[in-house]
């Protein structure tokens, strides 16, 4: 079984500041994790996947994820937030069985000017 | 982007009706997927498909069915219409039942049952 945890369901940030949205895991086989990009009264887009080669992934838009295993943890961080990052971000757990995931809560990042 | 599109984009339908929402995509992918998305709670998934004419149940699967008779059409039907299926569902597509392949999503569809 899998599952996620997004720790808060709003953060807030102002331009040029770190992005930090955290995201704990869940499962019982070696994850394969990813974070999604949701931009308003639109489909989700993936951002970036760890599936276990390197631990540091990067991904589009300048967002970069680390998977530490010791603490079940996969967070997304970006050095310098832009108004266009604003949008809601969801982590997600690939199951072992027909490719279901599983998906957090999700989180909004607002993005003050 | 993947093709995918979703029909109808928004829908306002009474309780008791029958519902039927469509998703089309031009990729072949052989996995389907419909989720239902509401505040709070993140995408739950309904149901899936890894094939034409296979499917099965998500986590949330009550009041809903769906079907595949093509490649690159999943439909899902509200039976019978309740105010509790009030959402925004997704439909998604994945080129393997494989752990790493990611999924493409459809621009979703509104529904609101009154």
């Known amino acids: 079984a899998q599952s996620v945890t997004q720790l808060g369901s709003h953060v807030s940030v102002s331009e040029g500041a770190l992005v930090l949205l955290r995201c704990n895991y869940s499962s019982s086989v070696p994850p394969y994790l990813f974070w999604y990009v949701q931009y308003p009264n639109q489909g989700l887009q993936l951002l970036l996947k760890?599936?276990?080669?390197?631990?540091l992934v990067k991904g589009i838009n300048g967002f970069e994820a680390e998977f530490k295993k010791s603490e079940t943890s996969f967070h997304l961080t970006k050095p310098s937030a832009h108004m266009s990052d604003a949008a809601e971000y969801f982590c997600?757990?690939?199951?072992?069985?027909?490719?279901?995931?599983?998906f957090g809560d999700g989180t909004t990042l607002t993005v003050k000017p | 982007d993947a093709g995918i599109t979703q029909s109808p984009r928004h829908k306002v339908t009474e309780t008791g009706t029958p519902v039927t929402l469509r998703c089309h995509q031009t990729?072949?992918?052989?996995?389907m997927y419909w989720y239902r998305q509401d505040p709070g709670h993140g995408l739950r998934l309904i149901h899936y498909?890894?094939?034409?004419?296979?499917?099965d149940k998500g986590e949330v699967s009550d009041g809903y069915s769906v079907s595949r008779s093509k490649t690159e059409d999943f439909l899902l039907t509200l039976e019978s219409a309740t105010s509790s299926q009030t959402s925004v569902y997704f439909c998604a597509i994945s080129e393997s039942g494989g752990r790493g392949y990611e999924q493409y999503f459809g621009p979703g569809t509104r529904l609101t049952v009154t």
């Open positions: 990729e072949n992918h052989r996995y």
């Open positions: 498909s890894y094939g034409v004419k296979d499917t």
């Open positions: 997600a757990v690939s199951g072992s069985n027909a490719g279901k995931s599983t």
């Open positions: 760890y599936t276990s080669a390197a631990t």
